[in-house]
């Protein structure tokens, strides 16, 4: 009867930790792959449980270990700081000129997109002094709170050089020259950094990638910055022809 019992516990647990469609996953699943917190404005200061982590935009990776037992431990890493209770915690947001941020976060709002990044968008509230709103230095608000990207550049054949720029059809951005990147394959997670650009005028942005291999002729591919950061990522592949 008492392992009846333990069969029929552990089988409702996993119901309740399953996709909406409908499939059952595991604990280790309903552990988001990343926690990415983003904030307008940008710069600040990010608390988890009361631990401080760092400054928005912040990613915070899952990190999967096994230990001497052989059982897998699942954690959430950043610099110094280790999160391992998934269950539920508390975000705070600090800026000053602006009211604190909290929200409670449970389980339930990201184990049904067990394979996704959890991504939370805070908006801040300036605060109100004799009456007005206090005047603050917006100085960062020009980084979009959603210009984190993931960047995905692919060749055939690999070892490609990559270089990428900006090309604006707006004043407060700038056209910038070609700037050495790395090679393919090329896959990171890093915000735009773009001087000057807004989630009113990156529809006006668009951002120019280019590889170049000896003996190949050199490839270029252009990608709104507007819909890369709807999208959250700049992913592409490049079938490199021989000269």
Not at 36 to 42: A, C, E, K, R, T
Not at 121 to 147: F, M, R, W, Y
């Amino acid at each position: 009867m008492n392992r009846i019992l333990g069969l029929f516990f552990g089988f409702l647990f996993l119901a309740l930790c399953s996709e909406m469609k409908g499939q059952v996953v595991s604990l280790q699943d309903c552990t988001p792959d990343a926690v990415v917190i983003v904030s307008q404005p940008s710069k600040a200061k990010v608390y988890i449980d009361g631990e401080y982590v760092g400054e928005t935009p912040l990613r915070i990776n899952k990190k999967v270990s096994t230990g001497n037992n052989g059982l897998s431990a699942v954690s959430l890493e950043y610099g110094d700081f280790h999160f391992k209770d998934f269950n539920n915690f508390i975000l705070v947001l600090e800026k000053d000129g602006y009211e604190d941020y909290s929200k409670s976060i449970f389980r339930g709002d990201y184990c049904a997109s067990a394979t996704e990044a959890l991504k939370l968008s805070c908006t801040l509230t300036p605060k109100v002094v004799s009456g007005s709103i206090h005047q603050v230095d917006n100085s960062n608000s020009e980084i979009s709170a959603d210009n984190i990207i993931r960047w995905s550049v692919q060749s055939s054949p690999s070892g490609a050089r990559i270089f990428w720029r900006v090309i604006s059809n707006t004043q407060e951005v700038k056209n910038t020259n070609e700037t050495y990147l790395t090679n393919t394959p090329y896959e990171e997670t890093r915000p735009f950094n773009i001087k000057g650009l807004t989630c009113e005028n990156s529809n006006e942005v668009t951002v120019e990638i280019k590889v170049t291999k000896k003996g190949y002729a050199d490839q270029v591919k252009r990608f709104n910055v507007r819909q890369a950061m709807d999208q959250q990522e700049i992913n592409t592949f490049f079938e490199l022809v021989a000269e």
